[in-house]
């Protein structure tokens, strides 16, 4: 299955630029469909984590569906990404016991509150909705980090590395949307987010 997600993931990619669109919309959620049911097929020690791993992945997929439709259904997007932050959140906290990186936490935020400000004003009516977004994907590469610095599971450096990639994907997708857009944003934002999606399924299905 593995050929399969990787196949599919380069198909979405290139059906950007050439199509055919009936291969763009078919193509798009089926990596992350594929890896959910992976991740269900490798059970491991720490049930909970490849649960809320797989139900991250799923709704992912339907945020996938939402976004691309024809008419598109942004704030139903984004509230499925909204819960599949929580989730991921919540399966990284399962790998340790205590906060310890508050600095790390402070940077964070920092960051993220010099981006907002610079998306902010073009973000319209959507400055609640991508504040919301923004706090909870700050909060899941937080314990991402957190998991990869201090659990003992040392799959968690799958978590870490996928939840950056992940930000990265979202940060150049926010840029293409509300400041400036570009022929291979897309590109850039499809490659990252299914590369991130990969890594963080490796944490559940390798962790042992």
């Given at each position: 299955?593995?050929?399969?997600?990787?196949?599919?993931?380069?198909m979405?990619i290139?059906?950007i630029s050439y199509?055919?669109?009936w291969?763009?919309?078919?193509?798009?959620?089926?990596p992350?469909i594929?890896?959910?049911?992976?991740v269900?097929?490798?059970?491991?020690?720490l049930?909970?984590y490849t649960?809320a791993?797989?139900?991250?992945?799923?709704?992912?997929?339907?945020?996938?569906?939402?976004?691309?439709l024809?008419k598109?259904?942004?704030?139903a997007?984004?509230?499925?990404?909204v819960l599949?932050?929580?989730?991921?959140?919540?399966?990284?906290?399962?790998?340790?016991e205590?906060?310890?990186?508050?600095?790390?936490?402070?940077?964070?935020?920092?960051?993220?509150?010099i981006?907002?400000l610079?998306?902010?004003?073009?973000?319209?009516?959507?400055k609640?909705?991508?504040a919301?977004?923004?706090?909870?994907?700050?909060?899941m590469i937080?314990n991402?980090?957190?998991?990869?610095?201090?659990?003992?599971?040392?799959?968690?450096?799958?978590?870490?590395v996928?939840?950056?990639?992940?930000?990265?994907?979202?940060?150049?997708?926010?840029?293409?949307?509300f400041?400036?857009?570009?022929?291979?944003?897309r590109h850039?934002?499809m490659?990252?987010y299914?590369?991130?999606?990969?890594l963080i399924?490796?944490?559940?299905?390798?962790?042992?």
């Open positions: 299955m593995w050929f399969a997600v990787v196949s599919l993931s380069v979405h290139l059906s199509g055919p669109r291969l763009f919309y078919a193509t798009k959620p089926l992350t594929l890896l959910t049911a992976i269900l097929l490798n059970p491991t020690s049930e909970n649960v791993i797989a139900l991250g992945l799923l709704l992912s997929s339907l945020g996938d569906i939402f976004l691309m024809p598109e259904r942004f704030r997007g984004l509230g499925c990404f599949v932050q929580v989730l991921y959140s919540y399966a990284f906290a399962l790998t340790f205590h906060y310890t990186h508050w600095l790390l936490l402070l940077a964070i935020l920092l960051l993220g509150s981006i907002y610079l998306l902010l004003p073009n973000l319209k009516k959507e609640w909705t991508i919301i977004y923004l706090i909870v994907i700050l909060f937080f991402a980090i957190e998991a990869w610095q201090t659990s003992e599971f040392k799959a968690m450096v799958f978590a870490g996928g939840a950056i990639i992940f930000v990265l994907s979202d940060l150049v997708l926010a840029i293409d949307r400041r400036a857009s570009s022929d291979f944003s850039v934002v490659f990252t299914y590369t991130a999606q990969l399924a490796l944490s559940a299905i390798l962790m042992i």
